[in-house]
């Protein structure tokens, strides 16, 4: 089975939890969801790769998995500071939260932000993508 | 008369060639001349006279002339002159000049007896008048010049008549006027009679009238009638004043309230004792006449001191005054008010006057107004509520002791001060406009609240009102009742600190719970997304069971962290109005749902909302009890039958919406239906839920002041209907669409 992202070579998947970024990759790599995947653990270090890569297109990711509970920079300070970057690398990247938050604040908080395209609930699965693939890329 | 008789006679006889003994007549006539010609022609001619009397040519002729003149002049006297008699010339001048001068003097002494008589009548008033017996009605009446005066005219100036003086008779009074004159002619009588008059000018006079007839000595028949007319107006207007106020005097001594009497202390006797007494004592006057110790008597036993402690003063001549009561004789108590006048004599007491009133209304008044105003003051004394009352310049007139307690102030600190100067500075804004409402509103209470400074530094919060009573004339000020809230505000603040406290608590819980929520599900879902990545990794019967087994624990787990969350969530939150899109819930729920796990993706969710209408309610309550039912349905369906569902209806009217969660499960006996809302309540033994859905549910749909309804069997499947008040029309519906 493939769910292979039209158009999408590059995720990255942001979270601090090993495992989690683990499977994501795991996963997306065994039903081809994208050619390349990007883990990173901190909302920072995701900042970082993108700012660096502002000026090469080619280098961006086109959708990113975002955790919301991480220490120190919470997935909805990096939709802040996101908010902050040049207009080519939001046209060319989309948000999916995917996080394991039961609050319905957060998840209303998290679909006011015109870069989220969607919210999953963890744990990652094929249906899941699929849904990604159905909602964003299509 | 006589005297121009005289000089023609003289001119006639004596010619111009007279004897020196002449010159006496001549002085003679001139002086009867002048006499009676006096005011008239002026002096006589003497010159003339004599020349005349010379030029006289028959002596006897003047002789017979003069003794004519004499006896004339005589005859009154019955002393005339026999015609055969030889008297001289000279002899019969100087006869005529003395009786001349005779008369002359008579005449004086008559007028002078008129003038007089004049003057008298003026002085007291009394005219007199004169008529002959038989004049008709409009003869002529001899009035006196007071006469005149009394009638209102001036004196001689009008003939006065019978008619004159009758007409000016008081009408009312003509009657007995005119029968006592009737009388009075018939009896002849003197007679008397008062009666009013009108006087020419039209004022009424009272006068006295006396008439008495002159009689003729021989015939006895009435020749004059003679009379005076008194003016006795002022008199008798005096003589009524005079009368009236005895009367009255009298009155007012018989009807006085007061009892009055005097007692002649060297008798020992009550000299008069006023009606009154019967009212007040009991006792008639003569009781008291009788009994002189009755007045000492009746007094009450233990206030006889009080009429003792006077007699120093009553024996010094001094009156006084004093309240006692007495012993009325019906048995009565009473108040009496005692004024008594002592009158020495040579030192020594010799009478008393006293009045006594009856003051038992007034005393008991008193009394009783002191017992109230006691009463009142120790009220407002004892109260609690502070008490001011300012003038309409905002000085303090009256504080009461509350007042003066919560302030630790004296009196004389507070009493005539202004208000202003006790507020803080930033209070005088509304203190000014409390004022200009309570001048705009009289009798208005205006609400004040804040902070009032003691005198130790520390304030007290006050509450209370202020009322403007300045058109009062018991109070004429501005009356403030407060009370001391500090204890109340200080609870009141203390509970408001409490209540952050523990909001903030809550608040705090709830994010605790989350978190750890959130840290327990985070790693579940790891574990989960791993099993499930697993499970496509091996074709292993026996490790694809393990992994079932791994993911229906894990599941479990995280069922049961997800029941906990929201009773935590629903026990302690508020309940929001938000408004409430079911499609979108619903939906939610769906995808919420679908992942559910492997065996149960074969259930159909189905979704019917009515029609879209506004709905207000809290939106994550109804999608926790939407969750937990249809995730009960889908957990719980039937494996028999090939079309499992479960559908959710949702009919949504202005007051209420009706949830209607209807599944072809495996449905529930109903003895257990009471059961199964319980706390960690689980009917199947293979239940993979934690016990807390349905109590969830109730527990949610009782916070949302809505009700249920379960309809279930065994084998054929459950329906359970809820309703929610719909919010938006804030009408209280207590949801019972059911």
Not at chain 2, 61 to 66: G, M, R, V
Not at chain 2, 481 to 496: G, S, W
Not at chain 2, 622 to 635: D, F, T
Request: proline share 4%; hydrophobic share 35%; with cysteine.
């Amino acid at each position: 089975m493939e769910v292979a992202a039209k158009n999408c070579k590059r995720v990255m998947v942001v979270d601090d939890a090993e495992i989690d970024r683990y499977m994501a990759e795991k996963i997306m790599t065994k039903y081809k969801f994208a050619e390349e995947v990007i883990t990173v653990e901190s909302a920072m270090d995701a900042l970082e790769y993108l700012t660096s890569h502002q000026n090469m297109p080619d280098s961006l990711p086109c959708l990113i998995l975002l955790d919301i509970n991480m220490p120190e920079m919470s997935g909805f300070d990096f939709l802040d500071e996101y908010a902050k970057l040049p207009e080519l690398v939001k046209r060319k990247c989309i948000i999916v939260m995917l996080s394991s938050s039961m609050l319905p604040e957060d998840h209303e908080r998290a679909m006011l932000s015109p870069y989220v395209c969607d919210f999953l609930d963890k744990p990652l699965n094929p249906v899941k993508l699929q849904t990604v693939q159905a909602a964003c890329f299509c | 008369m006589l005297n121009k008789l005289l000089q023609e006679q003289i001119k006639q006889h004596l010619g111009t060639d007279h004897p020196v003994e002449l010159t006496c007549l001549f002085e003679s006539i001139s002086d009867s001349y002048n006499h009676y010609q006096l005011g008239k022609d002026g002096k006589a001619d003497i010159d003339k006279l004599k020349k005349e009397i010379r030029e006289s040519k028959d002596n006897n002729e003047l002789l017979e002339t003069l003794k004519e003149s004499i006896n004339i002049l005589k005859e009154e006297d019955g002393a005339a002159l026999q015609s055969t008699e030889n008297v001289q010339v000279l002899q019969l001048a100087r006869l005529l000049k003395e009786e001349t001068r005779n008369r002359r003097d008579a005449e004086k002494q008559k007028l002078q007896h008129t003038a007089h008589l004049n003057a008298c009548q003026k002085i007291v008033h009394i005219g007199s008048w004169e008529v002959d017996a038989l004049a008709k009605p409009n003869d002529p009446h001899f009035w006196s010049d007071e006469t005149f005066r009394i009638m209102g005219y001036d004196p001689g100036s009008i003939a006065p008549t019978y008619t004159t003086f009758f007409n000016a008779v008081h009408p009312d009074d003509r009657l007995p006027v005119i029968t006592k004159l009737e009388g009075y002619y018939k009896t002849r009588e003197p007679y008397e009679i008062e009666h009013r008059l009108i006087a020419k000018d039209g004022t009424e006079k009272i006068v006295r009238s006396i008439g008495e007839v002159i009689v003729d000595e021989e015939t006895k028949e009435p020749i004059k009638i003679f009379g005076s007319l008194q003016d006795i107006t002022h008199r008798k207007k005096i003589e009524n004043e005079l009368k009236n106020a005895h009367y009255e005097l009298k009155t007012l001594f018989q009807n006085m309230q007061e009892a009055f009497y005097s007692i002649d202390m060297n008798a020992n006797v009550v000299l008069q004792m006023s009606k009154a007494c019967e009212e007040i004592y009991g006792y008639s006057a003569d009781d008291f006449l009788k009994n002189v110790d009755l007045l000492m008597d009746v007094i009450l036993e233990e206030d006889k001191h009080l009429i003792y402690n006077n007699y120093p003063a009553m024996n010094a001549g001094e009156s006084f005054k004093q309240e006692y009561r007495i012993l009325h004789k019906n048995g009565s108590l009473r108040w009496v008010e005692g004024r008594i006048n002592p009158t020495l004599k040579d030192g020594k007491l010799v009478r008393l006057d006293g009045v006594t009133a009856d003051i038992t209304k007034r005393k008991m008044t008193e009394i009783a107004l002191k017992e109230n105003e006691l009463k009142f003051r120790t009220l407002i004394e004892n109260g609690s509520d502070g008490i001011a009352v300012t003038d309409e310049k905002l000085n303090l007139t009256f504080v009461s002791n509350s007042m003066l307690r919560l302030t630790g102030n004296t009196v004389e600190e507070m009493i005539g001060k202004s208000v202003y100067g006790f507020f803080p500075q930033e209070d005088m804004e509304t203190l000014n406009q409390t004022s200009k409402a309570l001048f705009d509103h009289p009798g208005v209470p205006a609400p004040i609240k804040g902070k009032f400074p003691k005198k130790d530094g520390t304030f007290f919060s006050y509450e209370g009102f202020v009322t403007n009573l300045l058109h009062d004339p018991c109070i004429h000020g501005f009356v403030t009742n407060f009370h001391d809230v500090t204890e109340r505000q200080n609870a009141e603040e203390a509970l408001k600190a409490s209540n952050e406290e523990l909001k903030k608590t809550n608040t705090e819980l709830d994010r605790f719970v989350y978190s750890v929520s959130h840290d327990l599900r985070a790693p579940l879902a790891s574990i989960l997304g791993a099993i499930g990545y697993a499970e496509t990794e091996t074709a292993e019967p026996d490790m694809l069971q393990n992994l079932a087994l791994m993911k229906r624990s894990a599941q479990k787990l995280d069922g049961f962290i997800v029941d906990i969350l929201n009773y935590s969530r629903n026990s302690r939150l508020e309940i929001k109005q938000e408004k409430v899109d079911f499609n979108d819930l619903l939906s939610d729920v769906k995808n919420n749902l679908k992942y559910m796990g492997s065996g149960h993706t074969s259930v159909d969710i189905r979704i019917n909302v009515n029609k879209s209408l506004p709905f207000y309610s809290d939106k994550s309550r109804i999608s926790i009890v939407l969750n937990n039912l249809v995730s009960n349905s889908i957990r719980y369906c039937n494996p028999n039958i090939t079309d499992p569902f479960v559908e959710v209806t949702v009919e949504l009217s202005d007051s209420t919406a009706k949830l209607v969660v209807k599944d072809n499960g495996i449905g529930i006996d109903k003895k257990f239906h009471d059961k199964i809302f319980n706390m960690f309540y689980r009917l199947s033994k293979k239940s993979e839920g934690s016990g807390l859905g349905l109590y969830i549910v109730k527990e949610t749909v009782e916070k949302l002041q809505g009700s249920f309804n379960l309809e279930s069997e065994p084998g054929k499947g459950t329906e359970f209907t809820i309703c929610i008040p719909n919010n938006n029309t804030q009408i209280d519906d207590d949801g019972s669409c059911c």
